[in-house]
């Protein structure tokens, strides 16, 4: 499924077209996948309405990719044939920069990020770096690893830099694929520790009540404590403001997305000092993932038994899965099966 140029969706609706493309050939460390799930993520939408533009078009988007190894380059040697593995938004990074060497290969500037630097998992094969592959364990199906690749990983990285120790009581705001995922591990790991989750819908709101949230309201809403720590995944400016509202003094804000959209970006001008920054309120963003992430997470969910909530689409339909996504139809994670 390619995409060839980029606008709002809104008003091209169908901004991927299917497309037979030669199969690529893995070179040196490479190796060759045959997908077999990609799951759908937000920032798609942000690659397709050029908040985050490819640099290259046409492009394959996708990066929680679930496929097998099909060949390799004559330098790859880490996986064997029929090996089930895993691509996540990390494609590759220089590996010699201040950032590679000190493990935070997320902010490398040659960072190049799966479905938007390279081609990614819309498609029924993609080739990748064979040391930016991942071993997929056995406790998930095809559908259900994928949405781990990205929502998972990254509410993981997102979560420990929140800095929370058990106890403290942890915010989210926004409750998508990766929000529900890291109520999940905010359970096991801060096992004495409330989480509050504001969610705009009923829906979210009653699954993170079932979910084990303490309390669950509006993006708005006043919560019954103030918060150490809140995530915010949401697309857009007043639930930031909200939250460094309801913070503690001392407390953190750590906003994991990509880019936010410009809608309401005017709400930012009602930012008062005291209100939402004094008092040693921090705010940190979240960029990328490192495969380092993107493992622990993985092994995390295989021993706690995480299980994302998935629903599938067969790859012909990226389009509405794109749609739905953005209209917020939303039952758990969305997932292309190839
Ligand atoms: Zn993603
Ligand atoms: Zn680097």
Same mark, same amino acid.
């Given at each position: 499924m390619l995409l060839r140029s980029t606008g709002n969706l809104c008003e091209n609706r169908v901004p991927l077209e299917p497309a037979d493309v030669p199969v690529p050939v893995p070179a040196g460390r490479e190796v060759l996948i045959k997908v077999a799930a990609c799951g759908v993520c937000h920032t798609e939408l942000d690659e397709i309405e050029s $908040?985050?533009?490819?640099?290259?078009?046409?492009v394959i988007l996708g990066h929680q990719v679930i496929g097998r190894v099909t060949s390799a380059g004559a330098?790859?040697?880490?996986f064997r044939e029929g090996d089930r593995v895993g691509v996540g938004w990390i494609y590759s990074a220089c590996g010699r920069c201040e950032y590679c060497i000190t493990? $935070? @290969?997320?902010?490398? =500037?040659g960072f190049r990020a799966t479905g938007r630097d390279a081609d990614g998992g819309y498609a029924e094969y993609m080739k990748v770096p064979e040391d930016f592959a991942h071993p997929i364990p056995a406790a998930f199906t095809d559908s259900q690893a994928a949405p781990l690749l990205c929502a998972g990983a990254i509410g993981y990285r997102s979560l420990r830099l929140t800095g929370l120790k058990n106890g403290q009581t942890l915010g989210l705001t926004g409750f998508g694929a990766s929000g529900h995922l890291v109520l999940l591990m905010a359970k096991h790991r801060y096992p004495d520790s409330r989480v509050l989750v504001f969610a705009r819908s009923k829906q979210e709101q009653a699954f993170a009540r079932e979910l084990g949230a303490a309390w669950a309201g509006d993006t708005e809403d006043k919560p019954p404590e103030p918060l150490d720590c809140i995530i915010d995944t949401t697309p857009v400016w007043r639930p930031v403001l909200a939250a460094l509202e309801n913070l503690k003094p001392g407390g953190r804000l750590v906003i994991n997305a990509i880019r936010k959209e410009?809608?309401?970006?005017? =709400?930012?001008? =009602?930012?008062d000092y005291s209100r939402h920054?004094?008092? @040693?309120k921090e705010v940190k963003s979240v960029a990328n993932v490192t495969r380092q992430d993107i493992s622990e997470f993985l092994e995390l969910a295989a021993r706690i038994g995480i299980k994302p909530e998935v629903q599938e689409y067969p790859l012909e339909a990226a389009n509405q899965a794109l749609l739905d996504l953005k209209e917020r139809r939303i039952r758990g994670a969305k997932v292309l099966v190839v």
């Open positions: $908040r985050t533009l490819p640099p290259h078009l046409p330098g790859a040697n880490r493990g $935070r @290969e997320n902010l490398c =500037s410009a809608g309401d970006l005017q =709400s930012v001008l =009602s930012l920054l004094w008092l @040693e």
